[in-house]
T-cell receptor, first 114, second 112 residues
Framework: NAGVTQTPKFQVLKTGQSMTLQCAQD?????MSWYRQDPGMGLRLIHY???????DQGEVPNGYNVSRSTTEDFPLRLLSAAPSQTSVYFC?????????????FGPGTRLTVT | GENVEQHPSTLSVQEGDSAVIKCTYS??????FPWYKQELGKRPQLIID?????GEKKDQRIAVTLNKTAKHFSLHITETQPEDSAVYFC???????????FGAGTRLTVKP
């Protein structure tokens, strides 16, 4: 199993550009989430999904869109990049079934917006 | 939504000493509390977790305690080693719910 994969690893955008961060998992996990990590602020939840076709907002959803058309993929779209979105983005997934709660993280995408 | 607070933000100990990191949560319905370790430039990885029907859980040198009444839980690392140096995050969620919220992290430094 590849686990949770993310592309790209690094990205530089200009203010106002849009882009999609890709996330995929091959563990058949129902739950998937996107977090951003900024120094001193921990991991903040952007959006999450409990299954294909179902998404919900987390703590910091503004400026981001998500969709979940398949169990495997959960892309994060930046609509109009702003310098405040410079961060490291982690995708994560876990099982819904009771007793299997461990959340697995992808390797992260380091995004810089200039 | 759930709010998780974590203290201290930095912690420095001598090798062999114990380290304790504390977290509080706001939603009394939360019932799953994991701890993650993140080394520099790496992804967070689960080191131990606890469910609300248990008060304490131990795995070799690490242990987690949970006080549901006070809504706080703690990570205890004994006999610390330099390789324990990392950022540690606590988190809280409800079993069967998709969102997991994290604390702001504690940077632990173990001095040889």
């Amino acid at each position: 199993n590849a686990g949770v994969t993310q592309t790209p690893k690094f990205q530089v955008l200009k203010t106002g550009q849009s882009m999609t961060l890709q996330c995929a998992q091959d563990m058949n996990h129902e739950y998937m989430s996107w977090y951003r990590q900024d120094p001193g602020m921990g991991l903040r939840l952007i959006h999450y999904s409990v299954g294909a076709g179902i998404t919900d907002q987390g703590e910091v959803p503004n400026g981001y869109n998500v969709s979940r058309s398949t169990t495997e993929d959960f892309p994060l779209r930046l609509l109009s990049a702003a310098p405040s979105q410079t961060s490291v983005y982690f995708c994560a997934s876990r099982r819904k079934r009771s007793g299997l709660h461990e959340q697995y993280f992808g390797p992260g995408t380091r995004l810089t917006v200039t | 939504g759930e709010n998780v607070e974590q203290h201290p933000s930095t912690l420095s100990v001598q090798e062999g000493d114990s380290a304790v990191i504390k977290c509080t949560y706001s939603d009394s319905a939360s019932n799953y509390f994991p701890w993650y370790k993140q080394e520099l430039g790496k992804r967070p990885q689960l080191i131990i977790d606890i469910r609300s029907n248990v008060g304490e859980k131990k795995d070799q040198r690490i242990a987690v305690t949970l006080n549901k009444t006070a809504k706080h839980f703690s990570l205890h690392i004994t006999e610390t080693q330099p390789e324990d140096s990392a950022v540690y995050f606590c988190a809280a969620s409800k079993v069967g719910k998709g969102d997991m919220r994290f604390g702001a992290g504690t940077r632990l430094t173990v001095k040889p």
